[in-house]
């Protein structure tokens, strides 16, 4: 079931992100959370650190699992999702970091990083809420158009529109985008027990209708979550035009 509101602002997007994830904390101290870089989340972020400094709620026990991470690229790097994920989540909401974990982009062990990344999801219980931003192309994760809807966490190649997409994070030079991304799969993104998909901007109005209103298909990643039994998509005015 997908569930569409429309909001007015970012800010009213982000208050709802963190009333139902302050209220998951509350009654769960060690909730699972599945969490997402780029921008789309980032007010989300700061509105669930408010509402849980306001509250005096204890996080000192949540878990976190990043959906993504550059393959090759030092986690030490600025622009690695570890830092992205420790900068934007971790320092500001004060999770104990070793219980977040971000994908291993290691060359070396790759191959094998993704099996492992499910296996300890899976021993963790599972993720109770996880948030997700979307590709202009309608990819979650780095799952690109074509990716398997049944899909485990593993390597993809990133296409050149997501490439050129995210070169505004390595001083707008493309040549220093990798090449390669370590990403959760649409099957494991499908495993958590609720998915908040955040879109703002028009050019993010295409993806939308897609993912709420075209056939499901793997040409539009997102669309897989019209098969998931509680995703809510919270979009603004922009974002909704096509529907
Ligand atoms: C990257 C991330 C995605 C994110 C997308 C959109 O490709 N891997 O998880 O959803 O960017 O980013 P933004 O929210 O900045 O538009």
Not at 175 to 186: A, D, E, K, M, N
Not at 194 to 222: C, D, R, Y
Request: charged content about 20%; glycine content about 10%; hydrophobic content about 40%.
């Amino acid at each position: 079931m997908t569930e569409i509101i429309i909001v007015d602002n970012e800010a009213k997007a982000g208050e709802i992100y963190a009333r139902c994830v302050a209220d998951l904390i509350a009654r769960k101290p060690d909730a699972v959370l599945g969490l997402a870089t780029g921008s789309s989340p980032l007010t989300a972020y700061k509105a669930l650190a408010a509402t849980v400094k306001a509250e005096h709620i204890d996080v000192s026990h949540v878990r976190g699992f990043a959906l993504d991470e550059y393959a090759g690229l030092d986690p030490a790097h600025p622009e690695s999702y570890r830092s992205t994920i420790t900068r934007t989540v971790v320092e500001p909401l004060g999770l104990t970091p070793e219980l977040v974990h971000v994908p291993n982009g290691n060359l070396d062990t790759i191959m094998d990083a993704g099996c492992e990344y499910d296996a300890a999801i899976e021993a963790a219980g599972g993720v109770d809420v996880q948030i997700l931003g979307i590709g202009t192309d309608g990819h979650i994760g780095f799952n690109e158009p074509g990716s398997s809807l049944a899909s485990g966490t593993r390597i993809k190649t990133l296409t050149q529109q997501t490439r050129e997409d995210n070169a505004r994070f390595f001083d707008g030079d493309i040549s220093q985008v990798p090449t390669h991304c370590i990403t959760q799969g649409i099957g494991t993104i499908m495993k958590a027990r609720h998915l908040i998909l955040l879109a703002f901007g028009e050019n993010k109005a295409e993806a939308i209708a897609q993912t709420v209103e075209g056939g499901i298909s793997a040409l539009w990643p997102a669309s897989a979550l019209q098969l998931h039994p509680h995703a809510t998509v919270i979009v603004d005015d922009a974002a909704a035009s096509r529907l």
